[in-house]
């Protein structure tokens, strides 16, 4: 097995150094002193590219903005009709965030280039830092690696708060909308790896650096009503009272059962609303929330199916009417089973679990792996900590990261080099 051969001497701790250093750096660049925000299209986001030029400079890459203010980097290969690797993740931010969601993996992809500076690669490669993945400024998220796979046209009407269109923001950002078609990435593309810190317990949990995404997980979100009777609490006795509340109560103890029982569901209310509100008023209606996720549509929507016939059964139980309402849906993104499988044998070459996990958030990832083969490397995330600013990452898991990237890069390099 070539895959256990030892990477060459290089000096990994010096070089997840300077990739923290340079996330430290990029933090530095906000729109609101003394906290991290960086929405998209703000001007500070053109000081976190230039600190990115710097680096990507000396080592020979290319950088540009495109005309939806992604910050790319190209290493051209010599290789005659060489396809190309995307790597990439998000540079924007939500407000008071940490320094990594995002940022850490645009870095890592830089860091990778640089341990492999001298290597030869039969492939292009394409950074990408994001310019938009939270939704933050727009409410629509994704912005970037739309404009990257062509997708980006219809939005450029959507407007901010304050009723700022996203083609204006191109323009004030300094860009040219005109050239909104170029940001479209027109190459033969082999794969898109992104890199990205686990915002969750799970590899903290298990003592893990990293983890190998196999899916992201699709979601339905819903506004869910209970609607009984509103009554004075202390005249109307126990047999006579239609309280929404009880009703949504045990529905929200149905929603915990079944997600406990069904492997790999997440189910959760995060909102709940009795109204009127009094203390001595029976509820007489509850507006609540239900937000579900799995790796395979048909758990997911098979579970929500489930959910709102025992919802219904409540309602008629307790003399409650129901109703619901689709507020959003996405599909499940599985990533590239071979990308994958590939980059598993990275992780056990340098002595990482590599059992797959599910991403329960969403990630560009998820729009990218709509035209080109995807995967994803989680890097663990301590206290399961982010969009926080004590969101943190671990010197030692970044420098297993750099390994395992690199390890990766080469493995496909002998895979393109055999096509
Ligand atoms: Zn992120």
Redo the contacts with the bound molecule.
């Keep these: 097995m070539t895959t256990s051969q030892p990477l060459n001497e290089l000096d990994w701790t010096d070089l997840a150094g300077r990739t923290l250093a340079c996330c430290a750096d990029i933090a530095a660049c906000t729109e609101e002193p003394g906290q991290i925000t960086r929405t998209f299209l703000c001007a500070p986001m053109h000081d976190a590219h230039a600190r990115l030029d710097r680096w990507a400079a000396s080592l020979g890459l290319q950088t540009h903005e495109d005309a939806a203010g992604n910050w790319r980097a190209t290493r051209r290969s010599d290789r005659p009709n060489a396809r190309t690797l995307v790597i990439g993740s998000?540079l924007d931010s939500v407000p008071n965030a940490g320094a990594y969601?995002?940022v850490l993996g645009v870095v890592l992809g830089v860091a990778l280039l640089d341990a492999l500076k001298d290597t030869r690669l039969p492939y292009h490669v394409e950074l990408v830092g994001f310019s938009e993945?939270e939704g933050v400024r727009f409410s629509v998220p994704f912005i970037g690696s739309r404009a990257l796979i062509g997708n980006a046209g219809e939005l450029m009407t959507v407007t901010d708060a304050q009723g700022k269109s996203v083609a204006q923001a191109i323009t004030e950002y300094g860009l040219d909308v005109a050239q909104l078609a170029d940001a479209q990435l027109k190459a033969d593309v082999l794969g898109y790896l992104e890199m990205?810190i686990e915002q969750g317990p799970v590899l903290e949990a298990e003592d893990r650096s990293l983890g190998l995404v196999n899916a992201i997980a699709g979601q339905s979100r819903l506004n869910l009503t209970f609607t009984g009777k509103a009554n004075h609490a202390g005249t109307t006795p126990m047999y006579l009272r239609r309280d929404a509340l009880t009703g949504a109560s045990a529905f929200v103890l149905a929603v915990e059962n079944l997600a406990k029982s069904t492997p790999g569901l997440v189910a959760t209310v995060g909102s709940l609303k009795p109204l009127p509100g009094a203390g001595n008023v029976i509820p007489g209606e509850v507006q609540l929330t239900l937000d579900i996720r799995h790796a395979r549509d048909e758990v997911r929507l098979g579970a929500l199916d489930q959910l709102l016939t025992i919802a219904g059964q409540i309602a008629e139980e307790r003399g409650l009417t129901f109703a619901h309402e689709l507020r959003m849906e996405e599909h499940a993104t599985p990533m590239d089973p071979a990308l994958t499988a590939l980059l598993g044998e990275a992780l056990a070459a340098e002595g990482q679990v590599a059992t797959p996990m599910v991403s329960g958030a969403g990630?560009d990832a998820m729009l990218v792996g709509q035209v080109w083969p995807a995967t994803m490397l989680f890097l663990r995330s301590p206290g399961g900590l982010s969009h926080h600013p004590d969101e943190a990452v671990r010197e030692e898991d970044v420098e297993a990261a750099l390994r395992v990237g690199t390890r990766f890069l080469k493995l496909l390099a002998a895979q393109e080099e055999a096509r």
């Design positions: 998000h969601d995002g993945e990205h990630h």
